[in-house]
């Protein structure tokens, strides 16, 4: 049996439908905090609160394969996955895969990076089997924007000339699914990118193309682009988050060269011109 927390999340929902492709629905557990939301899955749903230790244990019973995605809750992830790891071991999961973050162990994104540095070395001294999935940003996090941007005439931004492999959720998810269901991957780190990087001037210059509208990028101090964001409606908090986010972006902390993502999935990653045209057409 294979569960997948946070299995109403967008990632989450992403894995569930592509590894119902490879291995049948009956073998596919869902884990949500709220179960109702995960009733449109398709396959068997069991209550799982981070936070709720004695839900990870119920939740957790017959799994032998465990796909850990981080919590969203910046601050008390490390805890969080925490007591998922310490109920996976005591309910006999044999192995845990674990999305991290894009060389963890370097990255400028220190808000983000040390949390999962933490539960990396919780995986390595739980005696599980394990693999760790450093996923690189998602394409989404960005085209997200796009609508905004287009209605505003400017794309903002705080991550000046920084490089940005980023990659679309659905080849992130392709990658999970290779990994929860091939062999040779236990103890392995896999650092998870897209094949091309682009700025957020580049990012601009293709939605200026796509619309025919000229849509600069206009870079802000991390201060200003929280300022701003938090003027959107954003809660101050995740406000500057987010800005923070960019600023370890404009050290190139969002890059990468290894294209180990594409040679997982065996297909190359999705590239921006297609994200960025499937976000206008949402909008």
């Given at each position: 049996m294979i569960a997948i927390t946070g299995a109403t999340g967008h990632l989450g929902r992403l894995v569930i439908d592509k590894l119902k492709t490879k291995v049948p629905a009956s073998d596919i557990v869902a884990l949500a905090?709220?179960?109702?939301?995960?009733?449109?899955?398709?396959?068997?749903?069991?209550?799982?609160?981070?936070?709720?230790?004695?839900?990870l244990e119920s939740a957790l019973k017959g799994i032998d394969t465990l796909l850990l995605i981080s919590s969203n809750e910046v601050g008390r992830r490390a805890a969080q996955h925490r007591n998922v790891i310490d109920a996976a071991k005591k309910e006999?999961?044999?192995?845990?895969?674990?999305?991290?973050l894009l060389h963890a162990d370097t990255s400028a994104i220190t808000i983000l990076s040390e949390e999962h540095l933490a539960t990396e070395a919780d995986l390595k001294a739980s005696g599980l089997a394990f693999t760790i999935l450093r996923n690189g940003w998602y394409t989404e996090n960005?085209?997200?924007?796009?609508?905004?941007?287009?209605?505003?005439?400017?794309?903002?931004g705080s991550a000046g000339g920084g490089k940005i492999s980023s990659a679309?959720?659905?080849?992130?998810?392709?990658?999970?699914?290779?990994?929860?269901?091939?062999?040779?991957?236990?103890?392995?780190?896999?650092?998870?990118?897209g094949d091309d990087a682009y700025t957020l001037s580049d990012l601009a210059a293709e939605i200026s193309r796509q619309t025919g509208k000229t849509?600069?990028?206009?870079?802000?101090t991390e201060s200003e682009y929280s300022a701003a964001l938090t003027s959107f409606?954003?809660?101050?908090?995740?406000a500057k988050a987010y800005a923070n986010f960019d600023a370890g972006a404009s050290k190139d902390a969002l890059f990468d060269t290894g294209r180990q993502l594409s040679k997982l999935i065996?297909?190359?990653?999705?590239?921006?011109?297609?994200?960025v045209a499937s976000a206008l057409k949402k909008s």
């Open positions: 905090r709220t179960p109702a939301k995960a009733e449109d899955l398709g396959v068997q749903v069991r209550e799982a609160d981070y936070a709720k230790p004695k839900t006999g999961v044999k192995r845990i895969v674990y999305t991290s960005y085209t997200a924007s796009v609508s905004g941007a287009v209605k505003a005439g400017a794309f903002l679309a959720r659905a080849d992130y998810a392709d990658a999970a699914v290779t990994v929860l269901t091939s062999q040779r991957h236990e103890g392995k780190t896999y650092e998870l990118a849509i600069p990028y206009k870079n802000l409606g954003l809660p101050a908090p995740v065996g297909r190359p990653t999705t590239p921006l011109a297609t994200a």
